[in-house]
């Protein structure tokens, strides 16, 4: 039996404001805000889930960047203030959860679960956490439906 299960995204810009680019460096960087909300529903009317992101593109380099506060906590804020609200590099325990992840990768079911959490942490980043931990997301469930499925056969 099949669930249907719909997605609905929408797409708002937010107000142009001032950063300094982790990327390309540039100081006091003109910027364009966007939020994103997407909505999951079962049977294409009860919400099972929503999921908003804020984000901010610089117009110097145009990169992207994921910020982890919504777009109503931004205004009046300095480029020194917005600086930490801005996700380019992993935290610490992004790092460490990534290389916990690539090595419970071949651990099934337990590899899948510490890269979802590691990915849930690096996510909006740059550089190699996101990087090991795709590597380690695709390892793990590849390894933990392969184990299923022979469980299943055998």
């Not at 909006?124 to 793990?140: A, D, E, K, N, Q």
Request: proline fraction near 7%.
């Amino acid at each position: 039996m099949m669930i249907p299960l719909s997605s609905q995204l929408e797409h708002v810009p937010g107000p142009d404001i001032v950063i300094n680019c982790p990327a390309c460096g540039h100081r006091n960087a003109a910027a364009q805000t966007f939020e994103s909300t997407e909505r999951v529903r079962l049977l294409f009317f009860i919400p099972i889930l929503r999921l908003r992101t804020s984000a901010v593109q610089c117009t110097e380099c145009e990169e992207m960047f994921d910020l982890r506060v919504p777009l109503a906590q931004l205004s009046g804020k300095t480029p020194t203030e917005l600086e930490p609200l801005i996700r380019y590099h992993a935290s610490k325990p992004g790092k460490i959860m990534s290389v916990v992840a690539l090595l419970t990768c071949l651990v099934p079911i337990v590899g899948v679960v510490t890269s979802v959490i590691a990915m849930v942490l690096v996510r909006g980043t740059v550089r190699w956490p996101i990087m090991i931990t795709w590597v380690s997301m695709i390892l793990s469930i590849v390894i933990s439906l392969t184990v299923v499925l022979m469980m299943l056969i055998g």
